[in-house]
């Protein structure tokens, strides 16, 4: 069964940090591109991702503009499980973060992927 548990969520104030997991098990996560992509309240799920690590050996990582310098992305395929490390959260980062697996080596659009978590709630409170 393919599965991806998102955790690592909560409840911060700006200016601070979260570290949020996504432990993947089920499929070949090593040969997956890993994104993270967000879903505001009330709101449908963003088509392009915030962040996205490639499954190449060279971990190939994409940020979008609003998180770029503040989010980073990194893989540890021997626990099949990419991390995103938030730091400088703002309040306008509240949402639930979604990780996904894509077959492609990195892809930003949330078409593009296959599997699917459940989501982890962050709130930033200002």
């Known amino acids: 069964e393919v599965q991806l548990v998102e955790s690592g969520g909560g409840l911060v104030q700006a200016g601070g940090s979260l570290r949020l997991s996504c432990a993947a098990s089920?499929?070949?996560?090593?040969?997956?591109?890993i994104g993270w992509f967000r879903q505001a309240p009330g709101k449908e799920r963003e088509r392009e991702a915030v962040?996205?690590?490639?499954?190449?050996?060279?971990?190939?990582?994409y940020y979008a503009r609003s998180v770029k310098g503040r989010f980073t992305i990194s893989r540890d395929n021997a626990k099949s499980t990419v991390y995103l490390q938030m730091n400088s959260l703002k309040p306008e980062d509240t949402d639930v973060y979604y990780c996904?697996?894509?077959?492609?080596?990195?892809?930003?659009?949330?078409?593009?992927?296959?599997?699917w978590g459940q989501g982890t709630q962050v709130a930033v409170s200002s």
């Open positions: 996904a697996a894509s077959t492609f080596t990195v892809a930003t659009l949330g078409g593009l992927y296959n599997y």
């Open positions: 962040s996205v690590i490639s499954s190449s050996d060279d971990a190939n990582t």
């Open positions: 089920g499929f070949s996560f090593e040969a997956h591109a």
